[in-house]
């Protein structure tokens, strides 16, 4: 039997369709299902419009950036190749470890999500066994290919999109009195007098919020080193994938806040264990659709199994790139005869069923602490994309380069990256910020919500320490790229 010889490179074997689902279907999901209902119980419908577009405009900026250096130099470690050339090779390794990790974790977060939501229909099933099958099911299709990945998360998204374009129509027509009586006029929307609840730190909560609620965009950046034409697939899945979020967000809130008082009490809950208080489930509820809870528990639970299928693989392709860089162990930028990193799947797998199998021992304590740590992982990518663009932009410009050579150009520069950066760190800075208004200060809540940030500190400078490096000439940032075909 002759053995398969191993692929000395990825495959570029992702669609433009895959690319568009992967950006869209990675920002729709339990943040729109069932925080877009806490968030207009927190502020208002008003408040949770305008926050939604303001993280929606940081989006906006944030995937333009991603896509001038994605289209002009696609790379499946873009987050560490990006910071590694165009910052410094500690920023590299500090930013690409701090990717991995957060979507490591994840796996293990939607792990324990998928076995809870499962519990909807069958309450006495051992968890253990949900979260083994779950897991193999989102390595089965890691490991066929790209295109395996591409092709389930394309399927997920279309799940996804149906439910909300779905819930917008069943949600317009019950405005208007077509559906489900009569209209409903603004009394909800604007209810006591305004459509704004909740004042200035309600506001400043919901736009934590909604930053979660948008994560996963940028996972369009990693799939662009195995896309068969990132030149043309990058630029028109951002360009198509902001606006229909931002649509579906926006219209979703809105429709919400028609037909449903914020005062609801079942909207304070985005508790897994009670799928029925979802808004979407309500909504439809009021509509006369009986099977409403069943649908979106199963809507959910796609939507947790689709994030955790995204986590493993854009874990292992930045495992794989750091590898090959030198910034992990070799053998993780082995590749199978399909093109995929094995070594670096594995690894990546057995880490997040590690940390699953923690919330089950102990009450769960170093599961949430993992979880913590991981909870601004993805707000430092974001500002890890805002400052890679801004030094490629004129590291490209010093080098002598004409904007005209970029395949797609990002607009509004450098309004754009700083607006972008800024706004992370409101972000970041804002995470919590009862733990400082309280009578007494809350020092265990600014530990566990703000430990991300001396981690990826302690790594950044750590590796500087080591390895002497410096942050790199602008005259001197590596910009060579290859046919991306």
């Known amino acids: 039997m002759r053995l ?7 495959k570029q074997s992702l669609k433009s369709r895959h690319m568009t689902m992967i950006a869209l279907g990675g920002s729709i999901g339990t943040g729109l299902f069932l925080a877009s209902g806490s968030a207009i119980s927190s502020s208002g419908p008003g408040g ?12 906006y900026f944030l995937m333009t950036s991603l896509g001038e250096m994605a289209t002009y130099m696609p790379d499946s470690g873009s ?5 590694t050339r165009f910052v410094s090779p500690a920023f590299g390794f500090a930013v690409g470890w701090n990717f991995w990790y957060n979507w490591a974790i994840t796996i293990a977060a939607e792990l324990s999500a998928a076995t809870v939501i499962i519990k909807y229909w069958f309450p006495d099933s051992p968890s253990f066994l949900w979260s083994l099958l779950f897991l193999a099911i989102m390595f089965a299709l890691n490991i066929l290919s790209a295109k395996g990945y591409g092709e389930s998360e394309y399927w997920f ?5 149906a439910v909300v374009i779905i819930f917008l129509i069943v949600g317009i027509l019950m405005i208007f009195g077509i559906m489900g009586g009569k209209p409903v006029g603004f009394e909800n929307f604007n209810l006591g007098g305004s459509s704004f609840h909740g004042g200035f730190f309600a506001f400043v909560g ?12 940028e996972l369009i950046g990693v799939a662009a080193g195995e896309s068969e034409n990132p030149r043309q697939n990058v630029p028109r899945a951002i360009k198509q994938v902001f606006w229909r979020i931002l649509i579906f967000y926006i219209l979703a809130i809105i429709v919400i806040g028609f037909l449903i008082p914020y005062t609801n009490p079942n909207l304070l809950k985005t508790d897994l264990n009670n799928i029925g208080v979802s808004p979407f489930t309500l909504v439809f509820q009021k509509a006369g659709l009986a099977f409403a809870a069943s649908v979106m528990n199963a809507v959910i639970l796609s939507s947790v199994l689709s994030a955790g299928n995204s986590g493993m693989y854009a874990s292992t392709r930045v495992l794989y790139a750091m590898a090959k860089d030198g910034l992990a ?3 993780l930028s082995r590749l199978n005869s399909r093109g995929v990193p094995v070594y670096a799947l594995l690894i990546t797998t057995a880490i997040g069923m590690l940390a699953f199998l923690a919330s089950l021992f102990g009450d769960g304590v170093v599961y949430n602490w993992l979880l913590n740590a991981s909870g601004m992982c993805g707000f430092i990518n974001w500002l890890g994309i805002a400052v890679c663009h801004y030094r490629f932009r004129r590291a490209f410009l010093a080098q002598g380069h004409s904007l005209d050579e970029l395949p797609y150009r990002a607009r509004w520069f450098p309004f754009g990256p700083i ?7 409101i972000a970041i800075l804002g995470q919590n910020t009862g733990a400082f208004t309280g009578s007494k200060i809350d020092w265990y809540g600014i530990l566990v919500t703000y430990v991300s940030i001396p981690l990826f500190l302690a790594v950044w400078f750590g590796y500087k320490w080591k390895k002497k490096t410096k942050l790199t000439p602008l005259e001197q940032c590596d910009l060579t790229t290859h046919d991306p075909r």
């Open 4 to 10: 398969k010889t191993p692929a000395t490179a990825l």
């Open 48 to 59: 949770a419009i305008l926050a939604y577009a303001a993280v929606g405009l940081m989006v």
């Open 79 to 83: 987050f560490s190749t990006y910071g």
């Open 157 to 161: 998204a279309i799940i996804k999109i």
């Open 206 to 217: 919901v736009f934590m919020a909604a930053g979660f609620s948008f994560q996963g965009t």
């Open 329 to 331: 162990p070799k053998f």
């Open 419 to 425: 607006f972008a950066f800024i706004l992370c760190i």
